[in-house]
């Protein structure tokens, strides 16, 4: 499935061995939004040359493995801008790499 | 569709096809609790969350997964009186912790945890557990008991192209 590869809630993160926030309402065009809205479904691509793993933000490489060129589909993923809820983090063993996040969809809050 | 119960150890859920052009799967939690997708030594602090009813897909997915509950402890039972190296089937403490067979506890700092089963009691601070360690854990490090652990379903659908 496509991410919206424009707007604010795309992101692209270059990750290195150290856990770093790829998605989240945290983010800062995220948390910019007013009033808040729901974020739901995320997709993350790995378009660098090194495996990610993706996990919450004590994430390390026991976390879920996305290799080079491999992506993931979250359905039900769900968070609000503006809040650390649900924040998705990246690392590396070693070295760098790119994750590409963004929503397959979007809504306001209720 | 393969359907699995989920608690506090790590078990696999996904191995992909070793003559599969393209594996592919789909993970759904079909159970009452959140689970935590990732490699064979993740725990509920490193995996990836994957909510109630909430589900991953991988396009390609070319390795093991492995999907664990949540847990919560007693907090610092005890600690480990020496190095506990992975593939270890014995764990020295500290002070025996009043731990019984067939306890769960959870060995380790958070991020570097991982949960084992006690399966005899080797003297007054000695413990055997019944799979061996994944992880290396140093002298000094926590042990806690399992108080309750979450146990949901997950629904797995795989696909090899």
């Known amino acids: 499935m496509a991410i919206y590869a424009n707007g604010p809630a795309y992101q692209s993160t270059s990750v290195t061995n150290s856990a770093t926030l790829v998605f989240g309402g945290s983010i800062t065009t995220l948390a910019a939004i007013t009033p808040a809205v729901t974020l739901k479904n995320v997709t993350l691509f790995n378009s660098g040359t090194t495996t990610a793993f993706i996990g919450g933000s004590s994430t390390t490489s026991a976390a879920l493995p996305l290799a080079p060129g491999q992506q993931v589909l979250i359905e039900g993923y769900s968070t609000t801008s503006g809040t650390t809820t649900h924040d998705l983090y990246a690392i590396t063993a070693a070295g760098t790499t790119t994750i590409n996040a963004g929503l397959t969809t979007q809504g306001l809050v209720d | ?161």
């Open chain 2, 1 to 161: 569709m393969a359907n699995f119960a989920v608690g506090n150890v790590a078990v696999p859920v996904f191995v992909p096809n070793p003559s599969a052009h393209s594996p592919s799967v789909t993970i759904y939690n079909s159970g009452p609790s959140v689970i935590y997708l990732g490699g064979s030594d993740v725990t509920s602090a490193t995996g990836l969350p994957l909510y109630v009813n909430a589900e991953v897909a991988f396009p390609n997915a070319p390795s093991t997964l492995y999907a664990i509950g949540a847990v919560s402890t007693t907090g610092t039972g005890t600690t480990l009186a020496s190095n506990a190296a992975a593939g270890g089937t014995t764990v020295a403490l500290t002070s025996s912790g009043n731990y019984s067979v067939g306890e769960v506890l959870v060995v380790g700092a958070s991020g570097a945890a991982e949960t084992v089963t006690v399966s005899t009691l080797t003297g007054g601070t000695g413990i055997s557990i019944t799979s061996p360690t994944r992880l290396d854990h140093v002298n000094g490090g926590t042990v806690a008991l399992v108080l309750t652990s979450q146990s949901t379903n997950l629904s797995v659908t795989a696909l090899s192209v």
